[in-house]
């Protein structure tokens, strides 16, 4: 499935080097024609402890390559512009690589595509009870 379109929600976390906790994200992506666009969410779990960060992707896919950055909104001195790299499975629905900070710090990521149950096994469940 080399050319997935990544459109959709996807639920992720993304590693700290050293023993630092690691932090989970929610991104809502935009795919066009191999272009992403979106946002990330996610409670900061490092530097400002919980605080609510929010994020603009840009960035391409090609094929399975994965490649984007993450601006934070508001623009502040205590996060920078993060690039990632990564790799999309056959499925279309995990995406992992690496992260970096230039000149700073970097780490793994991993985030997935969550299946919507179909709505017939639902209305299925609850007929059940």
Same mark, same amino acid.
């Given at each position: 499935?080399?050319?997935?379109?990544?459109?959709?929600?996807?639920?992720?976390?993304?590693?700290?080097? @050293? =023993?630092?906790?690691?932090?989970?994200? /929610?991104? &809502?992506?935009?795919?066009? *024609?191999?272009?992403?666009? +979106?946002?990330?969410?996610?409670?900061?779990?490092?530097?400002?402890?919980?605080?609510?960060?929010?994020?603009?992707?840009?960035?391409?896919?090609?094929?399975?390559?994965?490649?984007?950055?993450?601006?934070?909104?508001?623009?502040? @001195? =205590?996060?920078?512009?993060?690039?990632? /790299?990564? &790799?999309?499975?056959?499925? *279309?629905?995990?995406?992992? +690589?690496?992260?970096?900070?230039?000149?700073?710090?970097?780490?793994?990521?991993?985030?997935?595509?969550?299946?919507?149950?179909?709505?017939?096994?639902?209305?299925?469940?609850?007929?059940?009870?």
């Amino acid at each position: 499935m080399s050319d997935a379109d990544l459109s959709g929600v996807w639920l992720g976390i993304f590693n700290y080097p @050293e =023993d630092l906790p690691a932090t989970s994200f /929610r991104a &809502t992506l935009t795919d066009t *024609g191999g272009r992403l666009g +979106g946002a990330i969410e996610e409670i900061d779990a490092v530097i400002l402890v919980g605080r609510h960060l929010t994020s603009a992707v840009d960035g391409t896919r090609d094929g399975r390559a994965v490649r984007f950055t993450k601006f934070y909104a508001p623009v502040s @001195e =205590d996060y920078d512009v993060v690039e990632y /790299r990564g &790799t999309v499975n056959a499925d *279309g629905d995990e995406i992992t +690589g690496h992260w970096q900070v230039h000149g700073a710090w970097g780490g793994s990521f991993i985030m997935t595509r969550p299946q919507a149950a179909p709505a017939q096994a639902e209305q299925s469940d609850a007929a059940e009870r």
